[in-house]
T-cell receptor
Framework: AQSVSQHNHHVILSEAASLELGCNYSYGGTVNLFWYVQYPGQHLQLLLKYFSGDPLVKGIKGFEAEFIKSKFSFNLRKPSVQWSDTAEYFCAVIRSSASKIIFGSGTRLSIRP | ETGVTQSPTHLIKTRGQQVTLRCSSQSGHNTVSWYQQALGQGPQFIFQ???????GRGNFPPRFSGLQFPNYSSELNVNALELDDSALYLC??????????FGPGTRLTVT
């Protein structure tokens, strides 16, 4: 069955540190990939997406993610985090021409000021 | 542009009862998806509606059913509630079925 794995459940960083959150998926066909963010008290927002083309995609607030097809990965990165990046981050995958989006279990990011 | 809205915000029901949750999609969006998010988990896909027809379903029993109306708003109905149905229920709308815009959710507690 199709699945999405986010191995880091809780990440704690200091401000200005670099961030990388892992995401791996199990489906071997053509996929569309997403990172969503949920700030405290707010609803899920789209951070960035990959449909096709350049495997390095840039999203809002300085985030980027790289799609590596051979590794079935779509890791999220940010060179320098801020306290305001404290949130829960979800990776999601959908097969092309499908309707079912599979979410990972999420990574909670805490930033120390 | 109005975002996705959901009602009610919170709901408490007793085991065995039925519940209806509502969602208004974002302007211009014709696809609505429903998700269940248990505490500490990612959203689990329940089903999707496109132009009033069910367009895909996750691993949820038939007692989870839905509707989409001509204005693209939607309802999620759950019959014979069980304790494990306690969760945050999220609605998301989209133009293309892929890029989802989420509402704030309805917190359902079953006692």
């Amino acid at each position: 069955a199709q699945s999405v794995s986010q191995h880091n459940h809780h990440v704690i960083l200091s401000e200005a540190a670099s961030l990388e959150l892992g995401c791996n998926y199990s489906y071997g066909g053509t996929v569309n990939l997403f990172w969503y963010v949920q700030y405290p008290g707010q609803h899920l927002q789209l951070l960035l997406k990959y449909f096709s083309g350049d495997p390095l995609v840039k999203g809002i607030k300085g985030f980027e993610a790289e799609f590596i097809k051979s590794k079935f990965s779509f890791n999220l990165r940010k060179p320098s985090v801020q306290w305001s990046d404290t949130a829960e981050y979800f990776c999601a995958v959908i097969r092309s021409s499908a309707s079912k989006i599979i979410f990972g279990s999420g990574t909670r990011l805490s930033i120390r000021p | 542009e109005t975002g996705v809205t959901q009602s009610p915000t919170h709901l408490i029901k007793t085991r065995g009862q039925q519940v209806t949750l509502r969602c208004s999609s974002q302007s211009g969006h014709n696809t609505v998806s429903w998700y269940q998010q248990a505490l500490g988990q990612g959203p689990q896909f329940i089903f999707q509606y496109y132009r009033e027809e069910e367009n895909g379903r996750g691993n949820f029993p038939p007692r989870f059913s839905g509707l989409q109306f001509p204005n693209y708003s939607s309802e999620l109905n759950v019959n014979a509630l069980e304790l494990d149905d306690s969760a945050l229920y999220l609605c998301a709308s989209s133009r293309d079925g892929y890029e989802q815009y989420f509402g704030p959710g309805t917190r359902l507690t079953v006692t």
